[in-house]
């Protein structure tokens, strides 16, 4: 699955096209928030942070985005995580059958790491938070393939990340940190071009 020269030749890049929907942006995880956001306050949480990312892809670049802010991990007003991939799947499989020009999917987080942990670099004199793309390969070493998981994208989730990474080394050295694979599939089936990023973590400030 690993194959460099594979990741990096397949063409993944797209037609712009504004006058429909290509970019699909969303939440599994809406209540991650950083280490001053101001409890009760969506604006400066990782949905605040979908927001920011959704005016630079219209105002700036030209997309026509959608950003989704549902929630997944809130059940009966308590935090539930274990269930927000399933809950996520339906509603974001709606969409994506109803706006069948989506090309892109970012499902965006925040990480969780030790206290100690500040994942920050400087790049132009600002302080900013390093962030991690993330792959599911539907498959653990203790359980091979996981076919109850499947997912015909894994290789072209593998290669929009890994072609990602390497843009991002190139113009921003330090920024992102590594490729993180994991098993299971984490919703990743549903789109060829699919971005699982894990921006920050709870120690990095909204700012950042």
């Known amino acids: 699955q690993i194959k ?5 030749g397949q063409d993944l890049r797209i037609k712009k096209d504004a006058s429909v929907p290509q970019i699909l942006i969303y939440h599994t995880h809406s ?8 409890e009760g306050n969506i604006s ?7 927001n920011y990312l959704t005016e630079l892809l219209e105002n700036k670049y030209g997309y026509n985005v959608i950003h989704n802010t549902s929630v997944f991990d809130m059940i009966d007003g308590v ?6 991939y399933n809950l996520a799947e339906t509603e974001i499989s709606s969409i994506l059958a109803a706006n069948p020009t989506v090309e892109v999917v970012i499902d965006l987080h925040r990480d969780e790491v030790a206290e100690g942990t500040r994942l920050v670099t400087e790049i132009g004199g600002k302080k900013m938070a390093r962030f991690m793309f993330f792959n599911g390969l539907s498959r653990t070493r203790r359980l091979g393939d ?3 998981l499947p997912n015909e994208n894994i290789a072209d989730n593998l290669a929009f990340s890994f072609q990602m990474q390497v ?3 190139e113009y921003y050295p330090g920024l992102t940190r590594r490729i993180y694979l994991k098993g299971y599939r984490y ?3 549903l789109k060829q071009r699919y971005l699982l990023i894990e921006m920050g973590a709870q120690t990095n400030t909204y700012e950042e």
Do not use: P, Y
Request: glycine share 6%; net charge negative.
């Open 4 to 8: 460099a020269e594979k990741l990096a």
């Open 146 to 148: 996981i076919d109850s």
């Open 79 to 84: 935090l539930d995580r274990n269930t927000a």
């Open 187 to 189: 919703n990743m089936h």
């Open 31 to 38: 209540q991650e928030a950083f280490a001053d956001s101001e």
């Open 167 to 169: 843009l991002c080394n």
């Open 44 to 50: 400066d949480t990782i949905v605040g942070m979908g």
